[in-house]
């Protein structure tokens, strides 16, 4: 009798999970088979430079504008990463009057992007100038090597490497074009040329403008890879420097509280770790790797956070993983290492990382450093990525060029990227 009673139990139990499971008619959201249509945009409102709108499914949305007879040369996100029906943005790259035509492109779960809308569009909108504080990442164009300033909410100027000689111009020129008169700090993330040569040149960084500190990579440890250049340079200047290491931050170190902002911060992930790579390792790099003594930066201001990382490869990327873990890695726009080299940017940093936005300083040469598996690795992750040769997002390496420097701008909550493009 027992044994019957059991076996009825069971069936009881089993009955209702097949009259509720999968009908024939559900749709797989994540099946591009099963939904092969983008998500369509409804209920557009816009008002004094704030813009929302919703979609039939859940999707991810970038809002792009530009100015009317121009191209869209601005795209807005918001910080949270996650697939919704319903979008709001600030812009935050607008001149006060002037008129701009507007878009949405949208992408659901199964990958499907367009432009699909059934909202009345307004033809134009009208500019509303940000007033609040701003945290901006302004990659330069630089050809071959790498040149970002970092403009705190508080308005102070950081510049990240300073790019090879051969480009001096354009830094020196993009920072007089925006008012940079001095810098609170400049970051050496690595002791390469195209990175480090345009702060002792002559007329360059230390000579043109007044720094108030040089942060290097801490390598004295194991051996010191600083250029003498830069060490006479910041002697000369009077320049205070601050060595680095994994883990450091505004409030631990005095030469990175740049900004008293409360909800902006500074935290190191890597730095000088380079030496730790030797021949007999199981990377096949052969002896000490400078790529890997680069400081690697997180840049937080309210629920925005920003990674540079100089030329950081796999080693470095692993380790920060490692001791920081996948929180602790988390940033809305990320500089792609190396120039888009796939010695950099793993898969698993990419994931941890998970960014909306990849910025990549391209290194113009006849086999371009950037590669596919990169780009690739990018959109798997649903990052739009943007080249300083391609300003405009996700175009392909045979595209023709359309060069320009790339502004990332955030109030804490949105996030907007600007191309400013100019003649090569």
Known sequence: MRRRATCAFFVLLALPVVLVGCSESEVNPYDALQDPDPPVVTSFVYSGGEASWSTDEEALCVLEYGPVGGDYEHYVYGSGKYHSTFHSVTLLGMDEGVEYVVRVRSMDRAGNEGYVTTAALPDTIVGASFGGEMMSLSMIDVGWGLAELLTTPGGEYILIDAGHTDHLDDVMGFLADHGVGSLTAAVMTHSHFDHYGGFPEDGGIFQSLWVGGMILPDTTTLY?????????????????????KQGDTSDSVPGLDWDNTPSFRVQVL??????????DDDTGTEGMNTNNDSVVLRLTFGNVSFITTGDAEHFTEFGIIDEFGRLGARAQVLQ??????DDSSSELWLENVSPRVALISCAMVEVALVKEVVLQGCRAVDADYFVTDKVFPNMSRGAEPRYGNLITMTDGESIEVMAEQHDW
């Open 224 to 244: 010191n890879s600083i250029p003498l250049s830069i060490l006479e340079g910041t002697e000369q200047y009077d320049i205070p420097i601050t060595y680095v």
């Open 336 to 341: 792609i290492a190396h120039h888009g080299s």
């Open 270 to 279: 890597s730095a000088g770790v380079g030496g730790t790579i030797f021949e």
